[in-house]
């Protein structure tokens, strides 16, 4: 299997490609679901995601990693590889009860958050959480957002807020096993009314 560098010229050209055709799959994928066609979040449509996002530049892309991963410049440690699948019908399960509340900012700092921690691929894992949290908020609120640049551009823009968010859910995680999204939800909130008053 063909698999570039991220880093050379060849693999920036890619993966700008990719974050392209992730973007034009999710808004598709909206407006399929807005049409009331039965869209759901599954893990076919994660699988989607991570494909689109990593094609050409992984060895595994859009299925569930096989072995072990670290997180650059994270003190958290992914859950084994043997356990992904258990931990993402879990997660499936904990979104589809977040949704429909009238919390999108709520349900997509979950949605980031968790998938994040779970980190299902062996690459890709930030790409997708994003493009799945950007669905996820378009969904709650019944629109696809108008303005640009949009949130998942965003936040790679402003990395230190973003993991520090995630950082601090993780702590709170392991420590007592609660779930605090507070700094990710007031950082989401942020983005949506900057790409909403762009």
């Known amino acids: 299997m063909l698999v570039l560098a991220d880093e050379s010229e060849i693999g920036e050209f890619v993966l700008s490609r990719n974050l392209g055709r992730q ?17 759901a979040i599954d893990h076919k449509f994660i699988c989607d995601l991570n494909f689109y996002a990593v094609q050409f530049l992984s060895h595994e892309p859009g299925a569930y990693r096989q072995g072990e991963v670290m997180i650059a410049n994270s003190s958290h440690d992914p859950p084994r590889a043997k ?20 919390e999108g900012i709520g349900a997509a700092s979950y949605a980031l958050w968790r998938l994040n921690w779970i980190h299902p691929f062996i690459q890709g894992n930030g790409r997708t959480a994003r493009a799945l949290c950007y669905f996820v908020l ?29 950082e601090y859910a993780d702590k709170i995680y392991k420590e007592s096993g609660r779930i605090d999204l507070s700094k990710i939800e007031a950082y989401l909130n942020d983005l949506l009314t900057q790409q909403l008053n762009s």
């Open 23 to 39: 973007y034009g799959f999710l808004h598709t994928a909206f407006e399929v679901w807005n049409g009331g066609h039965g869209l």
């Open 83 to 102: 356990d992904v699948p258990g931990h993402m019908v879990d997660f499936l399960r904990q979104l589809s009860r977040r949704s429909g509340k009238n």
């Open 138 to 166: 378009c969904k709650e609120l019944k629109m696809w957002l108008p303005g640009n640049p949009i949130i998942p551009e965003r936040i790679r823009k402003t990395r230190p807020r973003y993991e520090a968010g995630l």
